[in-house]
């Protein structure tokens, strides 16, 4: 590896833990992010010119240790501060956290990065940046916008939790279901626009999905006894378990029936259903990341679309719609039922969503040609699929659009 390279690859790994332990030695979470992208920056220039220290997180830290001597020189009000840091010494090997306390360090960065104070966007946006150590350009990347807006997003999120003075810790144990609900979900939206893209050229952004398992990975090893956390772990896995077939060799969308399922990632999908069980083994009772996990373990456990067990899939859209009842929700267990018991069932439910919060998606005019295309009534199934490939914004789904449509003569 070139020495960019190392760099890089170092950084991945061991940010999270070195934003943590600056946060918590500074007291700053802001700072603490700006004093070690400083240290990153440092490393580009001397790693490549002079080699990888044998200690390469401890030199990070020790760079960052410095710069926050320096900021804390330069501002009088925290002189008393400074003179406690600068009487430590600092050597080129120091660790700036305690063996025993590194786990603490990444979940309250977790938790402070997804604040209920911040918009989801910039919670995604900083979670991706400060716990999964990427870079500005590579989070605008993933999502096709702007760095500009990435990097506006990050400084605002930073500016308003100094405002809201967030505390860099893990919540008090009261407060905790309810806070770990935003890191769930910040990480089921990172995976959900890696598995299936909103826009642009590509189905899958893999490496985006990646990302979003690789932390769910981490949490529910901060937070071994949380259901939910191993819920939504098991839900990536068995989705990305799915992965290698849902492309063809051009890169087009390759549908659920007609995938080779000989292909499916068997490691992944043993994995999901572990942590799914270890889900239902410390809950009482399946959350809905649990639920939707369940529901995908149904897919994968099945020979073929025909052998799947639609019926207990359709059951647990029912018990997903009480607990969290949305219009997806209720599109998706449509789906299950036309699998079922037919698509006029199906349709009937699909007509009560319309004018609802789906009004703009793509997702329900897909559905209802599809049903219709299944019912014989050509000409409505045309006008729907139509008006879903005008709704659509990614291109590799549009093509399957044009070919339902084009299938239909």
Same mark, same amino acid.
């Given at each position: ?160 939790? @100094? #405002? ?9 144990? $009261? *407060?905790?279901?309810? /806070? +770990?609900?935003? &890191? =769930? ?11 299936? @893209? #909103? ?9 985006? $999905? *990646?990302?979003?398992? /690789? +932390?769910?990975? &981490? =949490? ?190």
């Amino acid at each position: 590896m070139t020495g960019r390279e190392e760099v890089a690859a170092v950084w991945r790994i061991e940010s999270a833990r070195i934003v943590g332990a600056l946060a918590r030695y500074t007291g700053d979470f802001a700072l603490a992010e700006d004093l070690a992208q400083e240290a990153l920056a440092e490393a580009l220039v001397t790693w490549p010119r002079e080699g990888v220290p044998r200690n390469p997180a401890g030199w990070l830290l020790t760079v960052g240790k410095r710069r926050a001597i320096d900021v804390f020189r330069r501002n009088s009000a925290l002189e008393e501060r400074y003179s406690v840091l600068a009487r430590e010494p600092v050597e080129p090997g120091d660790v700036l956290w305690d063996p025993d306390r590194i786990d603490d360090d990444v979940l309250a960065l977790m938790f402070v990065s997804c604040h209920p104070a911040l918009s989801r966007e910039a919670r995604v946006a900083l979670t991706l940046r400060v716990v999964g150590g990427l870079t500005s350009d590579e989070i605008a990347r993933a999502f096709l916008m702007p760095t500009a807006t990435v990097q506006a997003r990050i400084t605002r999120a930073k500016k308003t939790l @100094a #405002a809201a003075r967030v505390p860099f810790e893990v919540p008090p144990a $009261a *407060e905790r279901p309810a /806070r +770990l609900g935003s &890191v =769930l979900n910040v990480l089921y939206v990172i995976f959900t626009e890696g598995s299936t @893209a #909103a826009s642009g050229s590509e189905l899958i952004r893999v490496e985006l $999905a *990646e990302e979003a398992l /690789r +932390l769910a990975r &981490v =949490l529910v090893r901060l937070v071994p006894d949380e259901p939910e956390a191993h819920g939504l772990l098991a839900l990536l896995e068995l989705t990305a378990a799915r992965f290698p077939a849902r492309l063809g060799p051009d890169g087009e969308p390759v549908l659920l029936e007609d995938q080779d399922r000989r292909r499916w990632d068997r490691a992944a999908i043993r994995r999901g259903r572990a942590a799914l069980a270890h889900a239902t083994g410390v809950g009482r009772g399946l959350g809905a990341y649990g639920l939707q996990a369940a529901i995908a373990e149904c897919h994968d456990v099945a020979a073929s679309v025909e052998e799947t067990d639609w019926e207990r899939i359709v059951l647990l859209y029912e018990a997903l719609g009480r607990l969290a009842p949305s219009p997806v929700v209720t599109l998706n267990r449509a789906v299950a039922v036309a699998m079922a018991r037919g698509p006029r069932e199906a349709l009937s439910i699909v007509d009560g969503l319309e004018g609802g919060a789906l009004k703009g998606s793509h997702l329900m005019p897909t559905v209802r040609g599809e049903l219709l295309t299944r019912l014989g009534r050509a000409a409505e199934a045309r006008e729907e699929l139509e008006r879903a490939l005008r709704l659509c914004g990614n291109e590799r789904e549009r093509t399957v659009l044009r070919r339902k449509l084009s299938a239909l003569g």
